[in-house]
């Protein structure tokens, strides 16, 4: 084995977390874009309110010299509009908004369910990092000893 695919394979894990700590990290990012706009009841340029976006992962494949394939992390696929879920309407003839009834289409955006995902994004990204650090530290450890 040569020393060039000794130094991948012992960097392969801190690799595999840093693709995670990008993938959360854009998690973290769409749910505080949801989160702040939670009540746009008009974006821009359409006349709907705003509608949530939901981050899909997929793993990354690599090929290993044997042929075999392993996952070598995460990526984000693409951060899409969330139409699973449909607008709440609201009774609000005085909104700036609100149809010929009365009502307002609210987006869809759920603050309650988005500051769960808020919470297992962060502690998903935060176990990404601990990975991180603890290969530092084995790595600092593996040149102390060879020194």
């Known amino acids: 084995m040569n020393n060039s695919s000794s130094i991948n394979k012992l960097f392969g894990g801190m690799r595999i ?9 854009a998690r973290i990012d769409t749910i505080a874009r949801n989160v702040a706009n939670a009540e746009t009841t008009r974006m821009p340029g359409t006349n709907e309110p705003y509608r949530r976006q939901a981050v899909h992962f ?10 075999q394939q392993m996952i070598g992390g995460v990526e984000v696929t693409e951060i899409a509009p969330d139409h699973s879920t449909m607008f709440e309407e609201i ?14 289409k609210m987006p869809n955006v759920n603050t309650m369910k988005e500051m769960a ?8 990204y935060e176990a990404n990092l601990s990975v991180q650090e603890n290969f530092v530290r084995m790595a600092e450890r593996a040149l102390r000893l060879a020194e």
């Open 58 to 67: 997929a793993p990354i494949m690599e090929r290993m010299a044997n042929g």
């Open 17 to 25: 977390a840093a693709t995670g700590l990008n993938a959360e990290r």
């Open 91 to 104: 009774h609000d003839p005085s909104h700036p908004d609100a149809d010929s009834r009365g009502y307002v």
């Open 117 to 124: 995902d808020l919470i297992t994004a962060v502690r998903a």
